[in-house]
């Protein structure tokens, strides 16, 4: 999703997540003529892989410009599928030193951040309430601390 946000004659735009496929992310910023250059800010909304797939590339098209990236510290957790089968398919986090290296301003924040001068407002964290909040049975990840594995 693009937020665009305006006042007193400033404009800024945010990008909220990046997708679950670099090509289609890609291929979708170009057709609808958004230059990465035009963003002002990145937010993911969560840590799950399909909400920020995208961002490798969408960070090599941007080259060393400096961004800021809001990102709940729950992104780095280590994540899996266990397929109904048994098999587990994992998916690796992002990595804070990445971004740093990518020229990333990272905002690791669970609460409420104020972007593009204060125009946006990204809420923060929202409690999971749901089962379907809660993810999948097949989703799983691993707490940085204790190493073991939940839902």
């Keep these: 999703m693009l937020i665009t946000a305006g006042r007193s004659g400033r404009h800024g ?4 997540d990046t ?4 090509f289609g992310f890609l291929r ?3 057709i609808l003529e958004i230059r990465p250059g035009d963003l002002q800010a990145i937010t993911l909304s969560h840590g799950h892989a399909d909400h920020a797939l995208g961002l490798p590339e969408l960070l090599e098209r941007l080259g060393t410009r400096r961004l800021p990236l809001v990102v709940h510290l729950d992104a780095y957790l280590e994540r899996k599928l266990v397929l109904p089968n048994g098999n587990e398919v994992n998916i690796p986090p992002p990595k804070a030193a990445d ?3 990518d020229n990333i ?3 690791e924040e669970v609460g409420p951040s104020m972007l593009v001068d204060d125009m946006v407002l990204i809420s923060g964290e929202v409690a ?3 089962d379907f909040e809660r993810g ?13 594995w939940t839902r």
């Design 28 to 30: 979708n910023l170009d």
């Design 19 to 22: 997708g679950v496929d670099a």
């Design 13 to 16: 735009r945010v990008l909220f």
């Design 136 to 148: 999948f049975p097949i989703h799983w990840a691993s707490g940085a601390a204790s190493g073991s």
């Design 128 to 130: 999971r309430t749901t």
């Design 99 to 101: 971004f740093r290296r």
């Design 105 to 107: 301003e990272l905002i």
